[in-house]
């Protein structure tokens, strides 16, 4: 689906950084890329990443990521063991269990301009959604900004390199 940006902004008055503009696309599974898993030792969760193709092509074509570029993270909780220690596959990879959250960075023309410089992610903004696929009303998408202020010099993704080498 298409999206109509009304300029409202997304800075709301008490300073919180929260979204209604990105959304989780409804067939990502299927048209997207899954390009890397990353397993997060500090929270005990598997991350699997996806980038929609448009994106993906453009990236690898060393340009930069396009008006358009979606990023979805499926984030689901390790399978622990009676230490409560993630479980790990035959690859060393960590078991995934339930689904925690999924969320979203969408980058668009004009987006994050309400932002101030301290949070502003180039035109990049996030949301958070609960494993039920409802957006996650209250959650504040400072953290997420703030995380990826100093990745400036690679568009704000953690994932850049992980992108141009996905087949």
Not at 32 to 49: A, E, G, I, M, P
């Amino acid at each position: 689906g298409s999206l109509v940006v009304l300029g409202l902004g997304t800075w709301s008055l008490s300073s919180r950084a929260i979204t209604k503009d990105v959304n989780i696309p409804s067939d990502y599974r299927a048209k997207f890329v899954r390009y890397t898993t990353v397993d997060r030792t500090d929270n005990k969760q598997s991350r699997d990443l996806f980038i929609n193709p448009e994106a993906l092509a453009a990236i690898k074509a060393g340009r930069p990521a396009p008006s358009g570029t979606v990023i979805v993270m499926e984030a689901y909780r390790a399978k622990l063991d009676a230490n409560g220690n993630p479980v790990k596959d035959a690859n060393g990879r960590f078991v995934k269990d339930t689904l925690a959250a999924v969320n979203l960075m969408e980058k668009r023309t004009g987006w994050g301009a309400s932002y101030p410089a301290n949070l502003r992610n180039g035109e990049w903004e996030y949301a958070s959604f609960q494993a039920t696929g409802m957006r996650a009303e209250s959650r504040d998408m400072t953290p997420c900004l703030t995380c990826h202020l100093p990745k400036k010099d690679d568009d704000f993704l953690f994932s850049l390199d992980k992108i141009k080498a996905a087949n």
